[in-house]
């Protein structure tokens, strides 16, 4: 594995800070695997792609993110859009099909979006969101904002045509845009290293378009925020985009039920070993002025949290036939002919 | 009321829009300082300037990509795609982006975007840059399709869809962008969904759409002065929203109906129209529905042949005269 670089500590964190972004990781943490227990126990239909081992950097961009700040991520983008204020019970709502969920039922697991709370979608045609951030970062350079569009996606899309036309549209136009490629080691089964010309697939890639190779550490949440942060500050500031490859690993499968027995035990349990949200925990125990019963009271929040928003998921019915046939068009309705 | 060409007219609807909502932008390939590859946007650069009409790599995905992400945040951008045979490259964006967009998220995401295309055959460009799409288009729920037959309804139709709340796919026939007629002066806007009577009648309905239209009429006037036929000739405007009223209309009128098509055979526009007039205007009909589209064929370069392929004024004649 290539060794990824610690980026300097520009933007410190006090203990508190520390903490909110402990409870973040903490959140998506239990979010997922309750999704993946619903999953399990037939309650949620269709698939699901989850994002546990990936926290650190849903929670540490959810943290150095400002409000009016635009997030673009795939499928497997639940930690994202709860770090940009989607309830769990939204989530959850969602997953299983009920009124109560975030689009009521009609996206799904897939296609999480809160325009309000910045939340801009969830992508699930590989690689098509790059060019749509990049699209909302030229709006808000048009508009003079200051926002930044971030845009998550995986290491299999670096191989589809919007990557490169992103990164290079972004670049010629000096766009507050930040690519972050979550490099988990798979495309779906297939190592990204067996179908991809480099062995870093983003960073090795970005020189072509101008832009500075970057590979962190993905699982590590400090490194995760001041890389965020940088990235941030730059596109906010007028410095165009970054592109960011943060090295992780999913502790699930790809999707649904699927029991990644496509990956060697070994790997599997080096990276188990550097869980991002176990691992934070255990260095805050290790700051002065923090204590276990802090972190205790976070993770009690948490558990009441997602209990809370399991029973309010249940307890919503499917959402109304009607709305099969609402919001085809701007005028609310599905008409096409008079 | 001045004479513009139809090219004249994508300008001019443009600026009249820029200089209304200054949340118009513009972006494609060639657009800007060289004023596009048919000349549709010349001067708009130049009134504009670089921050609202912007020349784009040779990127159809990232073209409409951004079009899409700067829609949804506030703006009303105008994208260009060339040739309309490149939808095939960027088609995943225009159809499982900005159409479903809406739908997917219970009504939150807009795409207020109008993405404007050269369609059509007729100027001997061969198979990859000839063919009518229309047809695509209309197949997709979620996207207005406008195809405008003279500069006149260029000016309106054009102008509408920028105001349209939704997301709108603009054909323009590239081999009309030198014809002119009379356009109106001043702000000018067509309602999108409304059909044009272009002839009057009362023996046969002939629907068309965009070149077909000066066919269409052109074929009504021979009918009448050697086969002694009324023919009435429909412009049809949009394909989405679609006028069927209009055309009920008419047909209770005629009992005949005839549709002009430039796309090729199957799943045409005209086989919606004829499925439509089959259902509800069965008893109505005096002779079987006509459909007269080009065959099922990818387009020849040659001018002989692709001839041969798209409706013609003789075949439109021929066919009608030969009806029940
Ligand atoms: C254009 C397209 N091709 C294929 C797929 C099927 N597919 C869904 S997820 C996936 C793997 C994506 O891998 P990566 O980008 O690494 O993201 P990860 O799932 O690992 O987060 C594939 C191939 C798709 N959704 N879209
Ligand atoms: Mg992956």
């Known amino acids: 594995m290539a060794t990824a670089k610690k980026p300097p500590e520009k933007y410190p964190l006090d203990n508190s800070e520390r903490l909110d972004l402990y409870r973040k990781m903490a959140q998506c943490r239990v979010l997922q695997q309750r999704a993946y227990d619903l999953f399990m126990q037939n309650l949620v239909k269709g698939t699901t792609h989850l994002g546990q081992g990936q926290e650190a950097i849903a929670a540490a961009f959810g943290q150095a993110m400002k409000e009016d700040d635009y997030t673009f991520c795939t499928y497997r ?21 009920r009124d109560i969920g975030l689009l009521r039922g009609k996206g799904g697991s897939m296609h999480l979006t809160k325009v309000e709370n910045g939340a801009m979608g969830s992508y699930a045609i590989i690689g098509a969101h790059l060019p749509i951030a990049a699209g909302a970062a030229w709006s808000a350079q048009y508009r003079g904002t200051e926002q930044v569009a971030v845009c998550f996606f995986g290491d299999g899309t670096t191989n589809i045509g919007t990557f490169h036309e992103a990164l290079n549209f972004a670049k010629i136009w000096n766009l507050p845009v930040v690519y972050v490629c979550e490099n988990n080691a798979y495309m779906e089964y297939t190592p990204i290293g067996d179908v991809t010309a480099v062995p870093n697939p983003a960073a090795d890639r970005a020189s072509a378009y101008g832009l500075e190779p970057i590979l962190v550490d993905g699982n590590d949440a400090d490194v995760m925020y001041q890389t965020a942060m940088t990235a941030i500050e730059k596109a906010r500031n007028g410095g165009g985009p970054t592109l960011i490859e943060a090295l992780t690993y999913r502790h699930h499968g790809h999707s649904r039920a699927d029991p990644a027995k496509y990956r060697p035990e070994e790997e599997v349990k080096e990276w188990m070993k550097r869980d991002p949200v176990v691992n934070y925990r255990a260095k805050l125990l290790t700051i002065a002025g923090i204590k276990e019963a802090d972190l205790k009271s976070i993770d009690d929040d948490v ?15 499917p959402p109304p036939d009607e709305i099969a046939f609402t919001d085809v068009w701007a005028d609310g309705g599905a008409q096409w002919r008079n | 009321m001045a004479k513009l060409s139809y090219r004249e007219a994508v300008a001019a609807a443009m600026a009249q829009e820029m200089r209304r909502d200054d949340r118009v932008i513009f972006l494609g390939e060639d657009v800007a300082k060289a004023g596009g590859v048919f000349k549709a946007t010349v001067g708009l650069y130049d009134e504009f300037g670089p921050l609202r009409v912007r020349d784009t790599p040779i990127s159809e995905q990232a073209i409409l990509g951004a079009a899409m992400g700067a829609a949804m945040t506030g703006l009303r951008p105008i994208a260009e795609i060339m040739f309309s045979d490149f939808f095939a490259v960027c088609w995943d964006t225009v159809v499982n982006e900005i159409a479903k967009a809406r739908y997917m998220t219970n009504g939150q995401v807009e795409t207020p975007l109008v993405i404007r295309s050269g369609n059509g055959g007729g100027a001997r460009f061969g198979a990859q840059h000839s063919q009518s799409i229309e047809n695509w288009a209309m197949a997709v729920p979620g996207l207005k399709v406008v195809a405008p037959s003279n500069a006149a309804d260029v000016k309106g139709l054009l102008a509408a869809s920028i105001r349209d709340p939704d997301p709108v796919l603009f054909f323009e026939q590239k081999s009309m962008y030198g014809t002119k007629c009379e356009v109106p002066d001043g702000e000018y806007v067509i309602p999108l969904g409304v059909a044009n009577v272009a002839v009057e009648g009362t023996d046969v309905t002939i629907v068309a759409l965009a070149a077909m239209v000066p066919k269409a009429i052109k074929a009504a006037e021979i009918l009448k002065a050697e086969h002694g036929l009324s023919c009435e000739v429909i412009d049809l405007r949009c394909l989405v929203p679609l006028d069927t009223q209009s055309i009920i209309k008419s047909v209770i009128k005629t009992g005949r109906l005839v549709t002009v098509e430039e796309n090729p055979r199957l799943c045409g526009w005209g086989a919606e129209i004829a499925s439509i ?16 589209t080009t065959p099922h064929i990818p387009l020849a370069s040659v001018d002989v042949l692709e001839d041969l392929m798209i409706p013609s004024v003789d075949r439109i004649v021929k066919t009608v005269s030969e009806m029940d």
């Not at chain 1, 983008?77 to 099909?97: F, K, S």
């Not at chain 1, 009441?304 to 928003?309: G, I, K, R, T």
């Not at chain 2, 007039?277 to 007269?292: G, H, K, S, V």
């Open chain 1, 303 to 317: 558990e009441a949290m997602v209990n809370e928003a399991t029973e309010a998921a249940k307890n919503s019915p």
């Open chain 1, 77 to 97: 983008g639940h930690n994202h859009n709860h770090m940009r204020g989607v309830t769990m019970t939204e989530v959850l709502g969602e997953l299983m099909g």
């Open chain 2, 277 to 292: 007039a089959a259902e509800e205007l069965f008893w109505n009909l005096d002779a079987p529905i006509t459909r007269i």
